[in-house]
């Protein structure tokens, strides 16, 4: 994540290094080399992150395709609000820069005119006599996941509190923009849905990556929210961020959304090793997901090499 008061405070390149955790498949994948992969041991990275505050680990940012705005909303009683808004601004020779820019813009926005909302039932004042204070806080963070020449993907994180709430609440969403034609990646269509094992691959992927250093039963209380779990569809609707990338597919839940508030909301990677047998190889996407399958120089135990 970018931070710091303007472009030249963000780190050319950001990179975090994580512990490393080992554990075996949770579920058995219906697949022809089942056996042979419950018979390996699997490494994974597990949860990445559980709030927007951290670094997204893999990740780099090059600060010659972005820089970072700090956005200070204007309006009546603006002074009594605390913002610290910061964005990153695509620069404009990148293709679909100024779709991606526009979308940021709306997001923040909207996010700004829900916070001072406030105002329509309250006025500072009068909320320090009735209420006996008055606390209006927005924060919104980035994080670049990937900005080539394939997409622009990138997550928007906010963090909001009024005054008397328990706690801040916070959300992330994405933006993917398929550079060819600047339109919206449709994360559904990169995968082949007809295929049997379709739903059951993802929930694995994603269930082994969350429950990464946790036992079968430890795992089961852990995702007391998520009854049932998820499918890929329902998570792009609502109400998690998925973002992609040259490493696979970033999926951040949103709080509550598959655990409690205590344990913040999770950050997974699910890499194309363990979900391309369920990945579209004649759709729309399919040169992008080729062009990823050879780039072995990233590859690493925890993310194999794979075959498109």
Same mark, same amino acid.
């Given at each position: 994540?970018?931070?710091?008061?303007?472009?030249?405070?963000?780190?050319?390149?950001?990179?975090?290094?994580?512990?490393?955790?080992?554990? $075996? %498949?949770?579920? /058995?994948?219906?697949? =022809?080399?089942?056996?042979?992969? @419950?018979?390996? +041991? &699997?490494? !994974?990275?597990? #949860?990445?992150?559980?709030?927007?505050?951290?670094?997204?680990?893999?990740?780099?940012?090059?600060?010659?395709?972005?820089?970072?705005?700090?956005?200070?909303?204007?309006?009546?009683?603006?002074?009594?609000?605390?913002?610290?808004?910061?964005?990153?601004?695509?620069?404009?020779?990148?293709?679909?820069?100024?779709?991606?820019?526009?979308?940021?813009?709306?997001?923040?926005?909207?996010?700004?005119?829900?916070?001072?909302?406030?105002?329509?039932? $309250? %006025?500072?004042? /009068?909320?320090?006599? =009735?209420?006996?204070?008055?606390? @209006?806080?927005? +924060? &919104?963070? !980035?994080?670049? #996941?990937?900005?080539?020449?394939?997409?622009?993907?990138?997550?928007?994180?906010?963090?909001?509190?009024?005054?008397?709430?328990?706690?801040?609440?916070?959300?992330?969403?994405?933006?993917?923009?398929?550079?060819?034609?600047?339109?919206?990646?449709?994360?559904?269509?990169?995968?082949?849905?007809?295929?049997?094992?379709?739903?059951?691959?993802?929930?694995?992927?994603?269930?082994?990556?969350?429950?990464?250093?946790?036992?079968?039963?430890?795992? $089961?209380?852990?995702?007391?929210?998520?009854?049932?779990?998820?499918?890929?569809? @329902?998570?792009?609707?609502?109400?998690?961020?998925?973002?992609?990338?040259?490493?696979?597919?970033?999926?951040?839940?949103?709080?509550?959304?598959?655990?409690?508030?205590?344990?913040?909301?999770?950050?997974?990677?699910?890499?194309?090793?363990?979900?391309?047998?369920?990945?579209?190889?004649?759709?729309?996407?399919?040169?992008?997901?080729?062009?990823?399958?050879?780039?072995?120089?990233?590859?690493?135990?925890?993310?194999?090499?794979?075959?498109?």
């Amino acid at each position: 994540m970018a931070c710091g008061d303007s472009s030249e405070a963000v780190s050319d390149v950001v990179q975090v290094e994580e512990d490393t955790t080992t554990t $075996t %498949t949770l579920k /058995e994948v219906a697949l =022809e080399d089942s056996k042979e992969k @419950e018979a390996e +041991t &699997i490494r !994974y990275r597990g #949860i990445l992150r559980r709030n927007m505050y951290q670094n997204v680990p893999l990740v780099y940012s090059n600060l010659d395709t972005f820089e970072q705005k700090k956005v200070e909303p204007q309006h009546e009683y603006s002074e009594d609000f605390y913002y610290d808004i910061r964005i990153p601004v695509i620069n404009e020779e990148i293709a679909c820069a100024d779709v991606v820019n526009t979308k940021i813009n709306s997001i923040v926005e909207r996010l700004v005119e829900e916070k001072k909302s406030i105002l329509d039932l $309250t %006025t500072p004042e /009068e909320a320090e006599e =009735e209420w006996g204070g008055f606390a @209006e806080y927005l +924060t &919104i963070k !980035y994080d670049i #996941i990937e900005v080539s020449e394939e997409l622009i993907s990138i997550l928007i994180s906010n963090e909001t509190y009024s005054f008397g709430a328990a706690h801040f609440i916070s959300y992330t969403e994405s933006i993917n923009i398929f550079t060819e034609d600047c339109s919206d990646l449709n994360v559904v269509q990169l995968f082949d849905t007809s295929n049997a094992d379709y739903m059951e691959i993802l929930e694995s992927a994603m269930q082994n990556q969350l429950c990464a250093v946790l036992t079968s039963d430890e795992c $089961t209380s852990f995702l007391k929210f998520a009854e049932p779990f998820p499918t890929i569809e @329902e998570l792009t609707e609502c109400c998690s961020a998925v973002a992609v990338s040259q490493f696979g597919i970033f999926i951040q839940f949103w709080e509550y959304e598959i655990s409690s508030f205590s344990e913040g909301s999770e950050l997974i990677l699910l890499p194309w090793y363990y979900i391309s047998d369920v990945i579209e190889k004649n759709g729309k996407y399919s040169d992008i997901l080729e062009s990823y399958s050879k780039r072995t120089y990233i590859n690493s135990v925890f993310e194999p090499e794979w075959s498109f």
